[in-house]
């Protein structure tokens, strides 16, 4: 055998086996949405506070902050909080939610929109024992609060989360791109210990929250999550997916700001989660190495049996993806059908465009978000 044929084999066998593993956890995560779809009622719904952070004009914002103005809970207060008055349209605030103007002088300094989660816990009712926090961007079903505190019972339960699946009202190729990309995330949540909790659709006792020290983890830092995700973790407790907690964003991007946005969500990881990123980079390294071997064999029969196998794989995923989405947005079924083409059949072209995101984010300290400059 070649040197040249043994590199091949020595990138193709544990690409294999990668893809394999990957489809082994599939039917145990439909199951699992299965089983917590539509949601489980709550043993109780002990009283909560919702808080939002809003940061300008969001697209769909009057709508988003309305269906989280609209849950079906006994008892909750939705907070509204921004860093200063001109980052509010009051016009788009529901009558029920309760306003706040952050000062935002906290110190040490930390990133903004930590800033004004900081100011709204601190002004939350005494009688809620359960904070949410939810994003601007994003619409909610009536049954997201329910989704998280029925999650918070789960045995050793420090955080529940939720997760984004994007379906652009008004389509377009970088939309439905966003959406492919996005969507890996989204079919790698599921039961057991999930790595970190999205600050989207993220849930914890107000107990655990002083327990665990968040405020603490939250000072001098930029990503609310990691962090969460980093104290939850660190005082041995897990953090529990609730699929019945899925954000639909509505919204709709372009091509500079979809790949601008993807490289700035993974400078954060890789300064806030340096092994979660490592292993990314490392696994999409290698298959899309194996697969442009694989082109440049063709038409070795070994090689066309990888790539296809590669090919499989990745629509596999999409579908499931796809399809668990469905299971936690039902009605929006018919829009997320129209997005087979990216997530099923373009799934190659969605690896190649996490391969570059990888890259681009390994380099720089320096992210803008929300008008800002942080260094991270």
């Not at 946005?261 to 340096?274: D, E, F, G, Y």
Request: include cysteine; charge should be positive.
């Amino acid at each position: 055998m070649s040197i040249p044929v043994l590199w091949y084999w020595f990138l193709a066998i544990p690409t294999l086996l990668l893809a394999l593993e990957s489809l082994r956890g599939e039917g145990r995560r439909r199951r699992y949405f299965e089983s917590r779809l539509p949601t489980p009622e709550p043993g109780v719904c002990p009283p909560a506070t919702v808080i939002v952070p809003v940061k300008g004009p969001d697209e769909g914002l009057r709508e988003n902050l309305a269906s989280l103005a609209a849950l079906d809970y006994p008892d909750y207060e939705l907070i509204v909080v921004a860093r200063r008055e001109e980052d509010l349209d009051r016009s788009a605030v529901p009558a029920s939610a309760r306003v706040l103007i952050a000062d935002g002088r906290f110190e040490p300094p930390c990133g903004e929109k930590i800033e004004n989660l900081l100011a709204a816990v601190g002004r939350a009712r005494g009688k809620s024992e359960v904070f949410a926090f939810a994003d601007s961007d994003g619409e909610v079903r009536a049954g997201w609060l329910r989704a998280l505190v029925a999650a918070l019972e789960e045995p050793r339960a420090g955080a529940a989360t939720g997760y984004r699946w994007h379906v652009p009202a008004r389509p377009n190729a970088a939309s439905l791109f966003r959406s492919a990309w996005n969507g890996v995330i989204y079919g790698g949540m599921g039961d057991g210990d999930n790595r970190f909790a999205w600050g989207g659709a993220m849930a914890i006792r107000r107990e655990t929250f002083y327990e665990t020290d968040v405020p603490a983890y939250w000072r001098a830092a930029i990503s609310d999550d990691y962090r969460l995700s980093r104290a939850v973790h660190a005082a041995g407790l897990r953090i529990v997916f609730a699929p019945g907690a899925t954000v639909a964003a509505r919204d709709r991007t372009d091509w500079p700001e979809f790949l601008g946005w993807i490289r700035r969500q993974l400078m954060i990881t890789r300064a806030n989660a340096p092994r979660l990123w490592w292993l990314g980079f490392l696994a999409h390294v290698l298959y899309c190495a194996t697969m442009a071997a694989s082109l440049a064999a063709l038409p070795s029969p070994g090689a066309a049996l990888v790539f296809a196998a590669q090919l499989t794989a990745g629509c596999i995923k999409g579908r499931n993806r796809l399809r668990l989405a469905a299971l936690a947005l039902p009605h929006l079924a018919a829009e997320l059908r129209s997005q087979s083409a990216t997530q099923v059949w373009a799934s190659p072209v969605v690896t190649w465009i996490w391969l570059w995101s990888f890259a681009a984010s390994a380099f720089g300290r320096t992210i803008v978000w929300r008008g800002r400059r942080y260094r991270l």
